[in-house]
């Protein structure tokens, strides 16, 4: 995980767009994300893991495009009831490129994100990031998220995360939600529930 500062003060640059997925361009946008969030993530994600979310939640994942029409960030999320809980959002992957870090992109990616579930009537919205990556906790605290739970030892390289919570509405906190994921396997299609996917491995 890189360690690098978001300053969400400081504007994109003017030259980016930012567009929600289109699956009628998924051959193009997949490969492209695959190979900005495989570069940094903590842990390999086979193609199903992309597809998950993509195919029932596309509307929830933002891109940042450059002046050329390539990608240098992404955000990717979902939304649904939880085992009889609030209706909750989840951050599954965050990453942008090396080069154009530093400059609030993830944060308005992120915030695209929460401002359309947001729509969606969501309550929460939770994450989990690796407990190193300062850069990624200081990006979702600024917009409001708290910390948990630490899970230890939660990723594949050894590592351990926080668990974040964004609260959207009050009293949803004390509704009692279960955060616990199961893990996919990798290279399988996807289950009906969740994989664990680590947001956190957030590359900011």
Same mark, same amino acid.
């Given at each position: 995980m890189a360690s690098l500062t978001d300053n969400s003060t400081t504007k994109s640059p003017s030259t980016l767009r930012y567009i929600q997925y289109d699956p009628s361009r998924e051959i193009e946008y997949l #490969? =492209? !994300? &695959? %190979?900005l969030i495989s570069k940094d993530l903590s842990e390999p994600y086979s193609i199903y893991v992309y597809r998950y979310f993509l195919y029932q939640w596309g509307d929830l994942c933002f891109l940042a495009m450059d002046s050329n029409d390539k990608l240098v960030g992404v955000v990717v999320s979902k939304l649904e009831p939880h085992r009889g809980g609030p209706l &909750? $959002?989840?951050i599954a992957m965050l990453a942008v490129r090396e080069e154009y870090r530093g400059q609030g992109i993830a944060t &308005?990616?992120?915030r !695209? =994100?929460?401002d359309k579930m947001i729509e969606r009537n969501a309550d929460e919205v939770a994450l989990e990031t690796e407990v190193v990556n300062t850069a990624a !906790?200081?990006? /979702?605290e600024r917009l409001g998220f708290l910390r948990s739970k630490r899970l230890h030892r939660y990723y594949l390289n050894g590592n351990s995360a926080y668990r974040l919570v964004l609260y959207l509405k009050e009293g949803v906190g004390s509704i009692g939600a279960? /955060?616990?994921y199961p893990v996919p396997i990798p290279g399988a299609p996807p %289950? #009906? #529930?969740t994989p664990q996917i680590p =947001? $956190? $491995?957030s590359v900011v």
């Open positions: #490969t =492209a !994300m &695959r %190979q &909750r $959002g989840y &308005r990616l992120v !695209m =994100a929460i !906790m200081k990006l /979702y279960n /955060y616990d %289950q #009906t #529930t =947001a $956190g $491995g």
